[in-house]
């Protein structure tokens, strides 16, 4: 099974255990994460980009401060701008929190049910499939010397050809090179592939 099928196959068991949605956050770098996915209903994501909640949001300063599970009403830590007050507005009633990975490369995910809490059993299933998709999202450590070439070329604005005869190489296996490392870096386009390497710093 490959990266992609196996990412939606976790996906779609979490989209079962948490009906009214979701927001997952793999590898949190530098503020920012590695790859997102998110099915919270839209009037509640457009509210909560237009409030800039994610600075302020206890279930993201949860999972910085611990590893593990918690029901939302499970939370000691302050809540000064009511969010979870806010969000049960929009139908997010209860919640759960999952942390996992190291401070330098975490993964945050949050879950929400309208009709009951989370159960035990649910918390346990879904801890498992986040920390599978925590795995199999794990960033490289390093890109192999042809594929840092051929990404380098095409930053630098050459085209294919262009870029394929500075090489020394055809244009098919130029694109092998390009293919092998979106691969790797789970990237969907080449683009995105030379941004992810930057941001990993192997380029």
């Excluded at 990975?101 to 009951?116: E, K, L, V, W």
């Excluded at 050809?161 to 092998?176: Q, V």
């Amino acid at each position: 099974m490959s990266i992609h099928a196996d990412i939606n196959k976790c996906l779609a068991e979490l989209g079962r255990l948490a009906p009214d949605g979701y927001f997952i956050g793999l590898h949190i770098r530098f503020a920012a994460p590695v790859m997102q996915f998110q099915t919270y209903p839209e009037a509640w994501s457009d509210h909560y980009t237009r409030e800039a909640y994610a600075l302020r949001d206890p279930t993201i300063a949860w999972g910085f401060s611990a590893e593990g599970a918690s029901r939302w009403s499970e939370f000691t830590l302050p809540d000064p701008f009511n969010i979870l007050g806010e969000a049960r507005k929009f139908g997010l009633n209860y919640g759960l929190t999952v942390s996992c990975g190291p401070i330098s490369s975490r993964t945050i995910a949050s879950f929400t049910r309208r009709d009951r809490e989370f159960t035990d059993d649910e918390i346990v299933a879904i801890s498992h499939q986040i920390r599978r998709l925590h795995d199999i999202t794990q960033p490289p450590e390093s890109l192999t010397k042809a594929q840092i070439e051929a990404l380098r070329c095409i930053a630098a604005g050459d085209r294919h050809a262009a870029a394929a005869a500075k090489l020394g190489i055809s244009e098919s296996a130029l694109k092998a090179r390009l293919l092998s490392a979106r691969e790797r870096l789970m990237a969907r386009t080449t683009a995105e592939t030379i941004q992810r390497a930057k941001e990993y710093r192997l380029l």
